[in-house]
């Protein structure tokens, strides 16, 4: 028994290949980060959240589906594999204003978190969260912004991939 749970670890079981790679130390924040990013893999599991990557394109004119399908992931498993979360609370845009959770620049794999921030809105409505999460993994697909603006972005995520759990 032993030998074949070893074996599955090895070879990277379903649980252990797809934990959402987040570097956050704040224990609570690095928990809403997590949650978030499973539910936000769970909205993406739906055909009709998936049509975001056709929506959208990156800086080239390329559909966000085309850079999704190079990546050789499924749109839940590339968020989970390919994305890191990071705290980013010392930085000048977690600083500036009251506005922004999270933060990457198009085509980077890395996702700043504004953790105290994020985390607030994730106690407030975790549907929020779900959808800062995929936002910015759309610009790590190569999405830039304005055009289309931020709110543009958000307000297409929430039409593709609801409100619904």
């Known amino acids: 028994m032993w030998a ?28 809403t980060v997590v949650e978030a ?56 845009q977690c600083r500036r204003d009251g506005v922004v959770a999270a933060f990457t620049a198009p085509g980077y794999q890395v996702v700043h978190v504004c953790t105290a921030r994020f985390a607030s809105r994730f106690v407030r409505d975790p549907v929020v969260a779900e959808v800062i999460v995929i936002h910015e993994m759309l610009h790590t697909l190569g999405l830039g912004e304005n055009p289309p603006s931020s709110s543009a972005i958000t307000g297409q995520v929430v039409k593709r991939c609801g409100r619904e759990s």
């Not at 975001?52 to 989970?80: I, Q």
């Open 4 to 31: 074949w749970v070893a074996m599955i670890w090895l070879l990277g079981g379903a649980e252990q290949m797809s934990a959402p790679r987040v570097h956050i130390s704040d224990g609570f924040g690095h928990r």
């Open 37 to 92: 990013i499973q539910g936000a893999r769970r909205r993406l599991d739906r055909p009709e959240c998936q049509k975001l990557f056709t929506d959208f394109r990156d800086e080239n004119g390329r559909p966000l589906a085309d850079n999704l399908l190079a990546s050789t992931f499924t749109a839940p498993d590339y968020l989970a594999r390919q994305i890191l979360f990071v705290a980013a609370d010392d930085g000048p």
